[in-house]
Structure formats: C-alpha cells, structure tokens
C-alpha cells in the first residue's frame, strides 16, 4: 500500500482477554464490510483457557477477493499487552502497522513492548474509560473499537451500527442505544486525532451485492447436505464438532438423521450402516479421532462402501495443539490402514472451494465405492470468508451404481467387471441380498481365505481408482505453465501461496504454482507435466516431516532442486517468507548457469 | 414396526447356501435353528431384514441366513445396527455375536444401545471363552478359570450381562439356550417382536475350547425355566434379583419385558423430521442460510 493514496487492502488484528468481545468485535467487522461490498476472511485464535483467557481475530478485508487472512497487520488493536503479545506470530505488527492501544496500560507510545519493531504509528486511546462514560459499562470496549475502525479507516459506519443493532436488539432498546453512544464516541476520537498517513479503504464497486458469510465447517456440511447425505454418526471433538452442529441443526429437515455416538468408532460405525442401508453417510473427525476410525475405514474399503470422513486437522500428535492449524496429518489420511489400501483424499483450500470439493468427495465415494477422506484444517474450518454466492445447480450430484432387474436375476455384489465397480445393493431390495463383510469374499460375497480370490479382489479394490487420476479438475496450475521456478501447496496453504504467486510475479519472477485438490491417489502425470519446466521448486507445507514432499517423491522424480519448505503449526505461513525463499532458489539458479539461464518473461 | 407379517414362510427360506464353518457339536449351530425359526413365525421376507455381526466363530452366523448380512470388525455390530436402523427404518435390523465380541471390545457401545432404544433385537452367543483366537478367556469366564492366557486361573470376576442389561435400562432382556430349541425359537421371536432394543443372551457352549461334554451336562442341570418359576417379566426389580444367579442358575425366560414400551428412537426421528422438515429450504438454495442481510 502507498502511503498517501486509499488502501485497496487492510489488515485488522486484535487481541484482548475472554470477555473483552473481541471476536464478536471482529464479527461486526467482517459483516459490515460484506454489506458494504468488500471481500473478508476473518481468524479467531484463542489462548488454552476455557473462558476469560486470551482471545484474539485476525480480519482481512479487500476490495478484490483474498484467499487467506494476509500477513503482518496494518492495524493492530491491543485491548491489553499482556494478551497481545501472546499472539505474536498471529498478529505480526511491522513497521507498517497502525497500533491502537487501551491507554490505562500507562505505556507511554515510545515504550511499547514490541521488541525490535517501530511501527507506523502508536496510538495510546482511553478506551475503557470511553465505554464506561458512554454506554456505563466496560463491556463496550469493543463497540468503541468498532468505532475507532469506523472512522480511521472508513469501513461503513452505518454498516457497522446495523449490524451491532440487530445483534443486540434482543436485549433491549436500552443497551443498543448504549452501544450507538459507544460507537459514536470511538468514531469521534478518530475524527479528532487523523491518522499521520491516509488509511482509508477504497470504497468497493460491488456495495449492496449479494454475500454469504460463513466459515469451512459450515460450508462443508452445507454441501454435504446438498449432496445428498442424510445421515452424519461423530464424536465432538474441536476444531470439527461444528460440521455435526450444522447437521443437528439441519438435516432432520431433509429427512435425514444425526447420531452423536458414544465415540469416534461408533460415530463412523453408524455411518457404515447408513451407507450398507443405501445412504450417504458422513463422519467428521480431528487427528485423535481419525486414528480410533482406522479399522473402520479399512472395513468400508473391503466392503466397497462409499463413505465420506472429514478430518479437520490440528497441531498432532495425539491431543497436540486442539486449536491450532497444521497439514500433519496427510500420512495418517493416506496411509493410516492396515493391508493394501488406496483411499481417495481430498483437500479444499479455502471456505468457498470447501463446498465444490465435499460435493466431490460425496461422488467420488458414491462412484468408486469407497470411503473418501476430505483433509480440512483448523485455518480453513474455522475462519469465517466472504463469498459470492454460488450457484449450485452447476455441481453434478452422482448417486452409487445399483443393479438393474437383470443384475438382480442373478445378483452377485462383488461381480467382475470392466471398470472394477459392481452394482451395489441394499438392505430392501428385492433379489439384492449379500454379505457384506471385512473378510475376504468371493464375487458373491462368500467368505473366502483363497489367495487367488484375495489378490483378484485386492487388484478389483485398487485398480478402479486408475481414472481418477486423470481428473484435470482436481488440480489447478497458475501462474507462466513454462516457468522454471516453481510452488506446489494444498490446503489452506495455497492459499497463502496464491498470493505469494502475485507477489513474485509483480517482482518480476517467473513462477508458477500448482494446487491439487487430489491428493491421493498421487496423480503422477499431473505432476510430471508441472515439473517439466521446472529447475527449482518449493513443495510448501506445515508440517515438520514434510510429509507431503515425501509422499510424492514416493511417487515420482522430483527434479533435483525441488526441495520442502516445510515446518510445524501452528503460525501461518507469511506470503513474504514465500517470497523470499523464492528469491533464494532463483538466486542459485542464476549462479548455477553463470547467469545462462535467465528467467523468461 | 419389525413385526408385521406380509407373506409365508418357512425357516428353510432363511437358510443360505453357505455351510457354516463351525465345530461339529458347537451350541451355535442350534441358535441358527431357532433364529431360522424365528424369522419364519415373524414372516418378513428375507430381503427386508439387516442382520449385522461382529467378529468370532458366532459372528459368521448373518452369513448362513438369506437376509442382507454384515460380517464387520470386531465389536462393533451394535454401531453399525444403529446406522442402518436410522437409515432406514422400515428394515427388520438384528444384530449378534459373541460374548468377546459384546462385552469385552464392544462393551462400551451396550449402554448407549439401550439409552437409544432402537428397534433393534440384539443375540448374544454366551460361551464364556473366545471360540475363534482358540480358546482364550472371555469376559463372562468364571474367576479361576485355566485357559492359554491364564494358565494359572484368570484374577477376574465375570461380568454378568443380564445384570447390566437391566441396569442400563433395556426393555427387553432374556435368556435362551439351544437345548430348548423351540423355547429358544420363542425367545428370540418374542425379542424381535418387543418395539425397542432387546437383548437376548444365549449359552451356546463352545465344544472345542470351553466346555468338555462333562460340563455341558451340568449345565443341562442347572437349566430352570423362569415361567416355571411363576416369574412375572413385568417385574424389573424381581428381574434383576433372579439375574443375579448369572453363572450359577441357567434362568431360560424373558427376565423382562417392559409393559408399556416408550417411542422408539425411530418413532422420535420420524416425528422430528416431520416437525422440522415444514420450514425446510430447497436443498438447492441451501446456502441462502449464509446471507447475513
Ligand atoms: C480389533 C480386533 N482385535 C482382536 C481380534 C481377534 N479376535 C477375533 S474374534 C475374537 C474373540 C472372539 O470371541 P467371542 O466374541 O466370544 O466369539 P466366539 O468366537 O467365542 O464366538 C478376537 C479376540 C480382531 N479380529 N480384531
Ligand atoms: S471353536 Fe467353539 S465356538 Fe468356535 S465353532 Fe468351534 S465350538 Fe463353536
């Protein structure tokens, strides 16, 4: 952003204690500026305690789409230091950064506890006393924040206002009236003392269209309903339980059904029968609870049951970081299984792709016969986007493959046939009875412990999986195709990487990034095309095993200056580390060829 | 409801083509019998019942009926019943297994089974001992008992099934053994018919690595009918007096059967689907709950 002329792009974080409503803060931000036409992502990251610890949100907001929350802050909001600084990797302050912060801290602007950085510019701002002069109660901290970002920053004031009304108009006439002073006073006060530099956000083009606000575990069991699934069996566990919320709240409507088991294997067992009785069954997990549904998933797969399973990772192993992000568990996804095994996973990477790949998830299931993982994470589950409506009709919704009356006459459910995948029947079905079982079983289902039968149906189990490698859809390359430079990244890490991209090409790189969706099984031709004009590459992951570097390398050649930047959760990625460390590789490359190989534009 | 007969049938219609791998003289082939049976009084066709199985010599029984079987993985027959019941409710769901298979790794699902009271009738093959891994302890073995994993007699008291049936609350808890097959057949019948979850544990001795021809005997002996005993099934507290005798008295009867059966867990659903389903968005136009206006 220039200094003098309007940002077209801000970046909000603030941080406070557990009552100090800093995500509902954060809420109203991201809501007002939906009304007034921008584009939003919004993160929330809490400290471990229950309730009344540390609680802070990250708010992007953009006059153009954005695919992950941004890197440093342009505006830092401090309700308290102490709070603050325990997000310091999550709301990076640079010197760029406008900090805002509660003046009875008694920290004079110069002596801010901020190690080694100088920001634009500090401003000490008295605001609880504020809320307490306007509205009679501290609790309104958060209403004068909003106020504060009204008018230095100009997101809609009315917008904002609305919003704080309606969701306070339940508690009375009196509090919002309350809450109106508060706004106003903070919008006052920035009025009065304008900031050193224009931070003004451009009006957006698009005020009044049409948003959607909602976050990845709602999108996910949005479009898991939509795509036919009416019934979900899990087990709470954080950063998922909100999918199976979605589903209480929901699906009974469409005839469909909730259980909350008694654990992780009940959950998914419930899900099995569901699938076995002829319906879309979903399960949804986090890395605990997708090692206790292991042996489960191995059964779908022998029984050729379709089946989604959504693991919203965290920090792992074990109870590891609950509620923060990481990609660590893509082994666990791909490999977790005992015998020969290929289970499809996927990997949206961002709220709105969410709703096109679960409703993938559901077909390839449906179509293959099979249990498919979806590998969510925290970042995306969580964090709340704004998004332009989807039309929905546009998706394809493909049911399992049933027998026809001829199958019926002499119905064998595991028959050989050209593409692997037999009719499937279920329970009701006349001439459709079988034995479904994890044992080993002959065409008709038979129990069997014949070698020959064993290898055949393992052959049968795995080889119909061979198209779905060529789906071209399930991967997405930007940027110059003939770049010798290169980024592959899944998850909520592409999008980081998205932006990373325009960065380095606005600096002249020449860069291209691949995002599969896919991740397995690994699509080896889609990588060897990617990799064909490659000389150097980063594979970008958080993780410390750079387990997905090694998964396809399990796969394929990687050219040999195709290394991981790898490391754990939970701190996002920064666009700008991506960028640096592309420098880096173009710098070798250059040395490499004593300047022969330049970069082509 | 599971009990409403459409056409005839006989039990050899629920007789598969596949010849069970039992041991000659394993109690398990005498519960086939009587499920047959069962199934036959309660006449729905074949195709219209989900019968699920864990894992264990009894856990291959679905495979020797006609109806739509599930041999799954070890332990967990009950959640997977439970799957298919929400599924699809119209189906005849019966779920078996042995006593490891139930108790010991699938113990933990007993007392949600019963919380939910699904219309589901579970079969229990109680032979004190794991028939399949070759003749380890179980958790319903008596204390003391030398098997290749207690070579000095196991330190552990039995759990005793019907107690905790009752306990949980199931509407329905009996006992059978398949020698008395008809009253068996009876039992089972009776359990499929009870609109609820019922439980119905069966001794059905393992021949190879429980009980030698001597005990089986004595087990004849303590054979005692509850209707004999002029037992009123009714009678909770009276139920749980007698289960007591687990182990020491083979109680064959209905312990209990619940007079007035609550809704079932699929009555609930159904009414809830029809209540919520009124103000139900096209599924198309679901995402129209994401519009903050
Ligand atoms: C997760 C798992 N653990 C252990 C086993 C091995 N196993 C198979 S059957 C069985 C016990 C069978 O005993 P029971 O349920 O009493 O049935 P029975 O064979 O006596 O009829 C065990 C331990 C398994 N298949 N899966
Ligand atoms: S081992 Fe025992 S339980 Fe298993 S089939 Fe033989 S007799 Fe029956």
């Keep these: 952003m220039s200094d003098q002329s309007p940002a077209h792009n801000l970046v909000f974080g603030m941080a406070g204690s557990g009552g100090d409503g800093i995500v509902s803060a954060g809420d109203s931000l991201l809501q007002a500026a939906a009304a007034e036409g921008y584009h939003g992502v919004m993160t929330k990251s809490f400290g471990s305690q229950i309730r009344g610890g540390e609680s802070s949100c990250r708010v992007r907001i953009s006059t153009d789409p954005i695919l992950n929350p941004g890197g440093n802050l342009d505006v830092a909001v401090a309700l308290n230091w102490e709070d603050f600084l325990k997000f310091g990797a ?37 605001i609880a006393q504020m809320a307490k002069d306007t509205a009679g109660t501290e609790r309104a901290k958060n209403t004068v924040v909003l106020g504060l970002i009204a008018g230095w ?71 898991a309903i939509f795509a036919g699934c009416r019934f979900f069996g899990g087990y709470p566990i954080t950063p998922s339980t909100e999918i199976m919320q979605f589903f209480t709240d929901h699906v009974w409507k469409y005839g469909g059904s909730v259980l909350q088991a008694e654990d992780e294997i009940a959950g998914i067992g419930a899900a099995v029968g569901a699938s076995f009785a002829g319906v879309k069954a979903m399960t949804a997990t986090s890395g605990p609870g997708l090692s206790l549904k292991t042996e489960m998933m191995g059964l779908a797969t022998i029984a050729e049951l379709p089946l989604v399973i959504v693991d919203v990772q965290r920090g792992g192993p074990s ?31 961002c709220v709105a792709d969410t709703f096109r790949i679960t409703v993938e998830a559901f077909n390839i299931a449906e179509f293959y016969q099979t249990p498919v993982i979806i590998l969510s994470d925290q970042e995306i589950s969580q964090r709340k986007e704004t998004l332009d409506p989807i039309d929905t009709r546009q998706f394809e919704v493909i049911d399992r493959l049933e027998p026809s009356a001829i199958d019926l006459k002499d119905y064998k459910r595991f028959a050989p046939t050209e593409n692997f995948i037999s009719p499937i029947s279920h329970p009701g079905m006349l001439g459709g009875t079988y034995l479904a079982s994890g044992i080993e079983h002959t065409e008709s289902g038979a129990p069997t412990n014949s070698g020959t039968v064993h290898a055949r149906m393992n052959e049968k189990r795995t080889r119909k999986f061979e198209p779905l490698k060529d789906r071209k859809d399930l991967f997405e390359v930007l940027g110059n195709p003939d770049a010798p430079l290169a980024m592959v990244a899944w998850g909520s890490v592409a999008g980081v990487c998205r932006e990373a991209l325009q960065m380095a090409q606005e600096e002249g790189l020449n860069v291209k ?72 590789l173009l710098s070798e490359l250059q040395r490499r060829h004593e300047g022969k190989l330049q970069p082509q534009e | 409801m599971n009990g409403t007969a459409t056409c005839e049938f006989q039990p050899k219609d629920y007789k598969s083509d596949l010849k069970p791998i039992w041991c000659p003289g394993c109690g398990d082939f005498g519960v086939l019998q009587g499920i ?91 032979n004190q001992i794991y028939g399949l891994t070759k003749g380890q302890l179980s958790p319903t073995s008596h204390k003391g008992l030398t098997t290749c994993t207690s070579r000095h007699g196991s330190l552990e008291e039995p759990v005793n099934p019907l107690l905790y049936m009752l306990a949980y609350g199931a509407g329905f808890v009996a006992q059978a053994a398949p020698t008395d097959l008809a009253g068996m057949a009876t039992i089972i019948e009776a359990a499929i018919r009870y609109p609820g979850f019922a439980f119905v544990n069966i ?78 968005l096209p599924v198309e136009n679901i995402l129209d709950l994401f519009i903050k206006k």
């Design chain 1, 319 to 349: 109870t590891g970081l609950p509620t923060k992000n990481e990609q660590a568990d893509l082994f666990a996804a791909v490999f977790s299984a005992h015998g020969d095994v290929i289970r499809p996973v996927l990997a949206p990477t």
């Design chain 2, 36 to 126: 047959y049976r069962a199934l036959a009084a309660i006449g729905r066709p074949p195709h219209e019942i989900a019968f699920v199985s864990g894992i264990g010599c009894s856990s291959r029984i679905p495979g020797y009926t006609t109806a739509y079987g599930f041999n799954s993985v070890h332990g967990r027959s009950l959640p997977i019943a439970q799957g298919i019941k929400m599924a699809n409710p119209d189906l005849l769901v019966l779920a078996a297994g042995g006593d490891g298979d139930g108790f010991s790794i699938g113990g933990g699902h007993l007392a949600h089974m019963v919380r939910r009271n699904m219309d589901i009738a579970y079969i229990v093959m109680d």
């Design chain 2, 203 to 280: 001794q059905s001795p393992c021949v190879t690595y429980g009980m030698e021809e001597q005990q089986i005997k004595g087990l004849k002996a303590m054979q005692e009918s509850l209707e004999a005993l002029g037992h009123d099934s009714s009678d909770r507290l009276a139920a749980m007096d007698l289960a007591q005798h687990y182990g020491r008295k083979l109680h064959l009867g209905v312990f209990y059967r619940n007079p007035e059966p609550p809704p079932t867990y699929g009555d609930l659903v159904k009414a809830r689907q029809e209540e919520l389903s009124k103000n139900a």
């Design chain 1, 513 to 584: 990034l691949m995002v599969p969706y896919l991740l397995y099984p690994v699509a080896e031709g889609a990588y060897r095309d990617f990799f064909a004009s490659v000389r150097k590459g980063l594979i970008i992951e958080q993780t410390h095993l750079a387990q997905f570097h090694k998964l396809l390398r399990m796969h394929l050649d990687l050219p040999s200056g195709v290394r991981p930047l790898a490391r754990s959760g939970a701190n996002p990625f920064l666009p700008g580390e991506i960028v640096a460390a592309l420098h880096n």
């Design chain 1, 90 to 126: 999550e709301l990076p302050v640079s010197g760029t950064t406008v900090v805002i912060y509660e003046a009875a801290t008694l920290i004079p602007p110069d002596r801010i506890p901020l190690v080694g950085v100088v920001p634009r510019q500090v401003i000490p701002v008295p």
């Design chain 1, 153 to 223: 920053f100009g997101i809609g004031a009315v917008a904002v206002m609305k919003g704080i009304r309606k969701k306070l108009a339940k508690k009375g006439e009196e509090l919002v009236e309350a809450n109106q002073r508060a706004f106003d006073a903070g919008r006052a006060f920035a009025m009065a003392n304008p900031l050193k530099v224009n931070m003004n956000i451009v009006p957006s083009e698009t005020k009044g269209a049409v948003k959607l606000i909602t976050d990845g575990n709602d999108m996910c069991a949005a479009a």
